[in-house]
């Protein structure tokens, strides 16, 4: 018997899919995240395409982003980006709403806390 991906363990493309909006729609609309915010473009469409495509493979699931990119390198696209402490854990309260908002079980939330506080923090690249 083998053991479900994150991927499965939330719900699949449709699960995945409503966390990314999840986290886009938070960030858009948080106080708590408006250094974050304001790294991005007024519509959030493409980028929250981006990362639905790249947790996708990240958890478990297809390799969109891999597929279209040919690369699951998140140094290269965040360098133009101040990322510190404060951005790397605004970000983490955002998908931290957003896996709530969707329903994720309390195992899902905990299963994924350490790896996403890693991909977070693998891209601050300022003091």
Not at 19 to 40: Q, V
Not at 110 to 125: G, R, Y
Request: with cysteine; charged share 30%; aromatic share 12%.
């Amino acid at each position: 018997m083998s053991e479900k991906t994150p991927y499965e363990l939330l719900g699949g493309e449709p699960a995945v899919r409503e966390l990314c909006k999840a986290f886009y729609g938070y960030m858009d609309r948080s106080e708590d995240a408006h250094e974050l915010r304001d790294m991005h473009k007024e519509d959030l469409s493409a980028i929250e395409q981006k990362l639905f495509e790249y947790l996708s493979g990240w958890l478990g699931g297809p390799s969109l982003y891999y597929e279209r990119t040919g690369t699951v390198c998140l140094s290269d696209a965040h360098k133009p980006y101040p990322i510190g402490a404060k951005e790397r854990d605004q970000w983490l309260l955002c998908m931290d709403h957003a896996l709530g908002e969707i329903g994720a079980s309390d195992d899902v939330r905990a299963m994924l806390k350490e790896p996403f506080f890693h991909i977070a923090d693998f891209v601050t690249n300022k003091a």
